[in-house]
């Protein structure tokens, strides 16, 4: 079945340095990439997603790239702030398309 | 207001002890889902449901069970809790295929 692997599982910067986040998957049948973000106590929610037709997409300081050939997708944080300390979750679609196959997070740290 | 919301937030119980996790939505979506989010393994599906009486497993379902008599409710029943089964559960909505709504999230623990 799908097998989605994230890395870094930690990662620490400083704010204002820009984080990268990545992510392998193992269907090259997949064509929906969501990341979420999941902040201490809450829920995760959907900051940006991509789908396959297209190889990057922006929105204000995060931006996520995505290359079919090699099964990776990332996500770019630039101009990091605190407020952008959370777990991130990377996901695609298993193959049948019933079910989000996340990876096991990335817990980000900024500090001021 | 769209959401999801899932009851009860934290249940403390005791091994044996049946119990439902209620989740409901509002946003008229066809798919729901079950997910159990334990520290360094993310989020695992446990069951979703395509639609209104469709529903099957997802990769940790034992010990589970779900239903879907209508499209805006899917609780999750824990007939016989274990200890193995104290953990965060999140429901979540959405159309077949798209972004996922999540819940608020309800802590188990299983004495």
């Known amino acids: 079945g799908e097998n989605v692997e994230q890395h870094p599982s930690t990662l620490s910067v400083q704010e204002g340095d820009s984080a990268v986040i990545k992510c392998t998957y193992s269907?090259?049948?997949?064509?929906?990439f969501p990341w979420y973000k999941q902040e201490l106590g809450k829920r995760p929610q959907l900051i940006i997603d991509i789908r396959s037709n297209v190889g990057e997409k922006k929105d204000q300081r995060i931006a996520v790239t995505l290359n079919k050939t090699a099964k990776h997708f990332s996500l770019h944080i630039t101009e990091t702030q605190p407020e952008d300390s959370a777990v991130y979750f990377c996901?695609?679609?298993?193959?049948?398309?019933?079910?989000?196959?996340f990876g096991k997070g990335t817990t980000l740290s900024v500090s001021s | 207001e769209a959401q999801v919301t899932q009851n009860p937030r934290y249940l403390i119980t005791v091994t044996g002890k049946k119990l439902t996790v209620t989740c409901s939505q509002n946003m008229n979506h066809e798919y729901m889902s079950w997910y159990r989010q334990d520290p360094g393994l993310g989020l695992r599906q446990i069951y979703y449901?395509?639609?209104?009486?469709?529903?099957d497993k997802g990769d940790v379902p034992e010990g589970y069970k779900v239903s879907r008599k209508e499209k805006r409710n899917f609780p999750l029943i824990l007939e016989s809790p274990s200890p193995n089964q104290t953990s965060l559960y999140f429901c979540?909505?959405?159309?077949?295929?798209?972004?996922?709504?999540f819940g608020p999230g309800t802590r188990l623990t299983v004495l």
């Open positions: 979540a909505s959405s159309w077949t295929g798209g972004e996922q709504f």
């Open positions: 996901a695609t679609f298993n193959q049948a398309g019933t079910a989000l196959i």
């Open positions: 269907d090259s049948a997949s064509n929906y």
């Open positions: 449901s395509m639609n209104v009486e469709v529903t």
